[in-house]
């Protein structure tokens, strides 16, 4: 699901993490990983996710993409405190307008942002009921505030480059994960499993990915499909971040089993920088009482493609924002 412009690449798609402390870039051509490059981004460039400083974050990118050799279309990431996923349950709506309007009616109640501020976006999730009740749809609505879309995108426009897309960095992170096994966790949507009442087979609990970077990210997923997301306001190099973190993950599971349709959290994996702290991982484990692991840096993607000594963990969600389809 892109926020608001859905253009893909047939080949040679570039995806762009502008991460909190640095900047990382993967490129896809034919389905598989061709190039990766990273670098630092200077201090004070973002905060907390959101643009800061505009004209350093711009100087930063044209310095990269130049030093890189980057095509002029990247597809974005974004994730902050100004990004908004909510379930929405409502009748089955087969008209795109009369599902628009009425996803727009339910949506200006569930989310505490003016609609008219914001980028919106929806994916239905499944259907569910049927008979005399009446079949029911399951919708994912997407709000991110405008105002901070529109820096992130006149950043790249100073640079130089163009957004082909705008994704959910929680989206790109399910979308390059949730088909692998991190190991010793059981695989998530496995053929046995199946969502209930006539949802399409599908897995039998959520798992919940958790991605430590420059911005720590949390999605909950159902098999590919993210059913929810937040930034979190702990780093994984905070003090006390085991606890800290764990506060807050069972803060968004509670949340997300408020809404309709939720299923139980079997596992997490955890991605991003702060994965490769086993004691942290450790630490959640014990903490949230679940299986944790951290997850296999690109997925099954080959990772021939990473230079030897780079951190492969740099390039998780530019991986998944350049695969580019839709979550």
Not at 72 to 86: A, M, P
């Amino acid at each position: 699901m892109a926020l608001s412009l859905r253009k893909n690449s047939d080949g040679g798609t570039v995806g762009l993490d502008i991460d909190g402390r640095f900047v990382a870039a993967a490129r896809m051509h034919g389905g598989r990983l061709a190039s990766v490059a990273s670098a630092e981004l200077p201090a004070g460039a973002l905060a907390d996710g959101e643009v800061a400083d505009r004209a350093a974050l711009a100087a930063a990118l044209k310095e990269f993409a130049a030093a890189n050799k980057l095509p002029r279309r990247v597809r974005l990431g974004v994730s902050n405190q100004q990004i908004v996923v909510r379930v929405l349950d409502l009748p089955r709506i087969d008209d795109p307008s009369e599902r628009d309007a009425a996803l727009r009616f339910q949506a200006a109640e569930a989310i505490a942002m003016p609609l008219d501020e914001a980028v919106l976006d929806h994916q239905i999730a499944g259907y569910t009921g049927g008979g005399d009740s009446g079949e029911r749809m399951q919708v994912v609505v997407v709000a991110a505030r405008r105002s901070m879309i529109d820096e992130y995108l006149g950043a790249a426009s100073d640079a130089g480059l163009k957004a082909d897309g705008i994704d959910l960095d929680a989206f790109a992170l399910v979308r390059m994960l949730a088909t692998t096994d991190a190991s010793p966790l059981s695989a998530v949507g496995d053929e046995d499993g199946a969502v209930q009442d006539g949802l399409a087979a599908g897995p039998q609990t959520a798992r919940v990915f958790c991605h430590l970077g420059g911005v720590s990210n949390l999605a909950i997923a159902l098999g590919s499909s993210c059913f929810f997301t937040r930034a979190l306001a702990t780093h994984f190099d905070d003090e006390a971040a085991g606890s800290r973190l764990a506060d807050e993950i069972r803060m968004s599971i509670d949340y997300y089993m408020a809404q309709p349709g939720a299923l139980g959290v079997g596992d997490a994996v955890v991605s991003g920088e702060g994965a490769r702290d086993e004691a942290l991982v450790g630490e959640l484990a014990t903490q949230l009482g679940l299986p944790v692991a951290a997850a296999e840096p690109l997925g099954t993607l080959d990772a021939t493609a990473v230079p030897a000594g780079e951190d492969r963990y740099r390039y998780t969600v530019a991986a998944g924002l350049a695969l580019g389809v839709a979550a």
